[in-house]
């Protein structure tokens, strides 16, 4: 089993870092370059999700991502204290050239499994993913 | 005709004709679209073009604000009456253009001389 555990805030200068971490960690799993992108990608936009939305923009609230590895499976925990709003009620797009809700399209394209479980004081996503 | 940049992430930028070439380079993300976007609209809002072409060569990623920023810069040029074009995608970009179903609402060439050979 490998673990990777990153404790960061909702500052969107953090959003890059935190994503080649998280990428770096994949590559060592022996994902081929293209999963990592797409699973870095996939961190990234769920991340900016909770700092648009569960945290309404606060740049200095805490942010966690714990990825565990075992054997053929991928699972990227992101948990938040915000609002608790659940994004996977939004619907999907329709408008493409309406401004927003791109992110959610990318996590639900790119990952085999995605949950949200709303916390008491905030909410956990669930990102999974199967090496090919 | 050679254009004075404000950003890091347009390192150059020039007219040729009734086009616009912007040369884009990095990582774009929520953290540093926001720049990107006031750049380009500030550009096209200063010298009107009927072509925009985004030279992408050296963006080695893009996130979903990143791929809003290119949207707001295409319904611009519409508003314009005018096109956008993209340039040298590379595989990450043009993975997220795929998966959000933008490539087909963009002009994709192979190189900015196709751009500039086309048609407004």
Known sequence: ?132 | MDLKTATDLVPAARTEGDALILTVHGEIDMHNSPVLRTEILDLVGKHLPRKLVLNLTDVGYMDSSACAVLVQALRRMRELGGKIYLTGLQPRVKGILEIQRLVSIFNVVKDEAEALNSVA
């Open chain 1, 1 to 132: 089993m490998r673990l990777l555990s990153l404790e960061t805030i909702s500052d969107p200068a953090r959003l890059a870092p935190v994503r080649h971490a998280v990428e770096a960690f994949c590559a060592s799993c022996g994902f081929d370059e293209k999963a990592v992108g797409e699973i870095g990608l996939s961190v990234n936009e769920a991340m900016a999700n909770v700092i648009r939305h569960a945290y309404s923009g606060q740049t200095d609230r805490p942010m966690r991502v714990d990825a565990e590895f075992q054997g053929d499976l991928l699972e990227i925990k992101i948990r938040d204290w915000g609002n608790g709003k659940d994004p996977s009620r939004v619907p999907p797009k329709q408008d493409l050239l309406i401004p927003g809700g791109l992110g959610l399209h990318c996590l639900r394209s790119l990952m085999d499994d995605i949950i949200f479980e709303p916390q008491p004081d905030g909410m956990l996503l669930t990102l999974k993913r199967k090496k090919r």
